[in-house]
């Protein structure tokens, strides 16, 4: 009995046996007090089920010039009379796209207020198969949108998740992956991963935005997060392209911390820990809780100075690395002084020491001779941050911090020191240079390290955009000249796009002082000489050409820096934005 009612096959001579074993079961005047409230409601010829109504009710012996005059009556003409008005907005000058635009919001919105998951599943059971007028839907990226929306509302509604797949495999599945719907479906979801991950493989450039779409897609639930971290992590063993997918990795796993997911566990068991059962715990124990312990720090120190000890990559997981940096360079944070060289060391080996790969029953061989230069770098430099000294005290280390600064890790803690400490509320009030020495600083970090650059810029738009109420309103405006200031040495540095597009930002949206972007243009102008990307020219330009901006910067011929390069750019530009 099971085997015959699974192998049954879902189509319209089914239904109909089923729909008619029902009206058997219906008496005659039941059927046709049912399809007398149908026909009584509005236009409900226009409805699609009329013809299975009117079938039902002639053969309950219905009266046809009763049935004709009850959906004659009852025929009120809505979609008809929304084409004429339509037609009338036409005739008096209103633009067909902006008509359509009108007509399908209204219809998007009423749509939205009164849709009724129960009634939409009906859709297959009265039809039998995908209607035609489905798939014709899908193509329009309108109906598309509301699919979305409504699919995140309604996640458990059939024909929505139906069409949700159908969207997919017309191949519109990089639109949907914000939608929560996918995700409850492998093979669209493993479509949208897969969109998402050739975005961020072929969009280096935009790999903060698309690595964070990415992140938010995954992140939805467990099943898509395990199953995604697996699919990416085969992909990191890849020799093309494989770093890449462990940064995307990391991303990942940053997101879901963020959302207060505990997925320490998944971590370990995809970085191969459960091989070095010490280690693991200890790792697993202070990851879990976000914070480090002297006593599984020491275990770690042991295990990694032991004859064989674990792949580095074991303590180069980013949340650990970031608890070493705030534990040895953020101010105010006290470690005990016998336990302090293990968290200098663990720190150090994790950046400097390289290992070979070997193959089964041999050993990896670890490289260190970097191992002890960068201890003693990250020794000198946090006894300096964590002296509590002043602007003139530093002068005097500045050369041995220079010369640390040259070790990436040790950047990277002096980056998260001037972090803590320029973002004090009274540290600007209370500073006398115009360049205080802790943003000097900022500025050899940008020459040493491109792959700092962006943390840098995180940091300087963080106190661009701080409020400094205790400072006079010119003094403000000096404080954020500085700022930009070192945006234009990272510029100048190679970090250009990003920080053109955002001074353009904060010009587009109008809350920041126009001579502030006119300071900026006017420095980037005295800096930059051709020949130009085509990128830098189409973000900067609209701000060269903006007479508030620049119209008292020219001259009367084309001898200033103005005109000298709004000249060169149209003349070797052929399209600007």
């Given amino acids: 009995m099971e085997e015959d009612f699974d192998d049954r096959p879902w189509d319209s001579s089914d239904k109909d046996n089923e729909s008619e074993g029902l009206e058997e079961m219906e008496s005659p005047e039941q059927i046709l007090a049912d399809c007398a409230v149908k026909f009584a409601t509005p236009d409900y010829i226009m409805e699609p089920g009329i013809f299975s109504q009117l079938k039902r009710y002639f053969q309950a012996g219905g009266n046809p010039l009763q049935v004709i005059e009850e959906l ?54 009265e039809e039998g198969e995908t209607p035609a007028w489905l798939t014709q839907l899908i193509e329009h990226p309108t109906w598309r949108s509301l699919i979305y929306r409504l699919a995140e509302e309604y996640p458990d509604c059939l024909m929505l998740n139906f069409t949700i797949k159908l969207i997919s495999d017309a191949g519109f599945q990089g639109e949907i992956t914000s939608i929560s719907t996918a995700a409850q479906q492998l093979e669209v979801f493993s479509r949208v991963l897969k969109t998402s991950i050739t975005s961020f493989l072929t969009s280096p450039e935009e790999w903060q935005s698309t690595s964070l779409e990415c992140a938010k897609m995954v992140c939805h639930g467990q099943h898509t997060y395990v199953y995604s971290q697996l699919v990416i992590h085969i992909l990191a063993r890849e020799n093309k392209g494989g770093s890449s997918m462990k940064r995307l990795s990391q991303e990942i796993t940053k997101c879901a911390q963020k959302n207060g997911n505990d997925i320490t566990p998944i971590t370990m068991a995809l970085n191969g820990a459960s091989a070095y059962p010490l280690g693991c715990q200890a790792l697993s124990a202070m990851l879990s809780k976000n914070t480090l312990n002297p ?97 003139s005290e530093l002068m005097a280390e500045l050369a041995t911090i220079y010369h640390s600064l040259r070790f990436p890790v040790v950047s990277l803690g002096v980056i998260r020191w001037v972090e803590c400490t320029v973002t004090e509320p009274s540290y600007f009030k209370l500073s006398t240079e115009h360049t205080p020495i802790h943003l000097a600083l900022l500025d050899e970090v940008v020459t040493c390290h491109t792959l700092l650059h962006d943390q840098v810029l995180k940091l300087l738009v963080q106190l661009f955009e701080s409020k400094q109420d205790e400072l006079e309103i010119l003094v403000q405006l000096e404080m954020r000249k500085m700022v930009l200031d070192r945006m234009v040495n990272l510029l100048c540095s190679g970090c250009v796009v990003p920080v053109v597009k955002y001074i353009k930002q904060c010009w587009q949206r109008g809350d920041t002082d126009i001579s502030l972007i006119r300071y900026f243009v006017t420095e980037v102008l005295d800096t930059i000489g051709p020949p130009y990307s085509s990128e830098f020219v189409h973000l900067f330009m609209p701000m060269v050409e903006n007479d508030e901006i620049t119209g008292t910067m020219r001259g009367d011929g084309e001898n200033d820096p103005v005109s000298e390069f709004i000249v060169y750019c149209k003349a070797n530009y052929t399209q600007m934005a």
């Avoid at 359509?100 to 939409?120: G, R």
């Fill in 72 to 125: 004659s009556h009852n025929y009120t003409a809505v979609a008809q009379m929304a084409n004429l008005v339509a037609e009338w907005l036409i005739i008096g000058g209103v633009k067909v796209q902006d008509v359509q635009a009108m007509v399908e919001n209204h219809l998007k919105e009423m749509i939205l207020k009164s849709f009724d998951p129960k009634k939409a599943d009906t859709i297959f059971t």
């Fill in 295 to 391: 006593a599984d720090i020491t275990v770690l120190f042991r295990t990694y100075n032991s004859p064989d000890p674990p792949p580095i990559d074991l303590i180069r997981t980013p949340q650990f690395l970031e608890l070493l940096v705030d534990a040895l360079f953020k101010p105010g944070v006290k470690l005990n002084p016998d336990h302090k060289p293990k968290y200098i060391h663990l720190l150090a080996y994790a950046a400097s020491v390289s290992e070979s790969g070997a193959k089964k029953g041999q050993r990896r061989i670890c490289n260190k001779d970097e191992l002890q230069p960068t201890v003693r770098a990250i020794e000198t430099v946090h006894n300096i941050c964590n002296g509590n000294k002043g602007s």
